[in-house]
């Protein structure tokens, strides 16, 4: 009676395992070859736009000067065509005009400041924040600062508080 349980039990094993161990259904192919990988740092300007009231990182093509100051022109310029296509917008007004100055005294790992036309306390806190991370990524990729360093943005009416980029 002990062999016929020990049978049974191995056969209902057997029939269980059987469709695991035939496969998934998936048909065996040959192998499938691709490009070569992307290698190397990314070319281009990095902006901060917005998507669904979150900072998106966009990469643009450079042509020739990729400063923090011209990727701020660019920001400031606006989303193109195929990127509002895709729903990306900007809170940065147009026409701000911004430079960006590094802070002498602080050297490599110090902060930035930003100064704009017209003042601060008419930018939202999305525009803000779209300003600090452009101009500190594009900072860090110059090699004027470390890419963690407080920002400062300067206006008419004064200065925002220093701060980092929260999209990090």
């Known amino acids: 009676m002990t062999g016929r349980r020990t049978g049974r039990a191995l056969l209902a094993g057997a029939l269980l395992l059987g469709p695991l161990l035939t496969g998934c259904g ?21 902006l901060y736009l917005v998507a669904q009231g979150e900072l998106v990182l966009v990469l643009r093509p450079a042509r ?11 920001l400031a310029a ?5 990127e509002r296509g895709q729903g990306l917008t900007s809170d940065v007004p147009t ?18 400041t930003v ?7 008419t930018l939202s806190a999305t525009a803000t924040d779209q300003i600090i991370c452009t101009v500190s990524d594009a900072a860090a990729q110059a090699g004027l600062v470390a890419s963690s360093g407080p920002v400062t943005v300067v206006g008419s009416d004064g200065a925002q508080p220093a701060r980092r980029c929260p999209a990090r």
């Open 26 to 46: 998936v048909r065996p192919s040959a192998v499938i070859t691709g490009r070569p990988a992307v290698s190397g740092p990314a070319q281009g300007v990095g």
């Open 64 to 74: 020739g000067d990729s400063s923090p100051t011209k990727a701020l022109a660019l």
């Open 78 to 82: 606006g989303p193109q065509p195929n």
């Open 95 to 112: 026409g701000l005009n911004p430079v960006v100055e590094v802070t002498p005294a602080a050297g490599r790992f110090g902060g930035l």
């Open 115 to 121: 100064r704009v036309t017209g003042t601060t306390q």
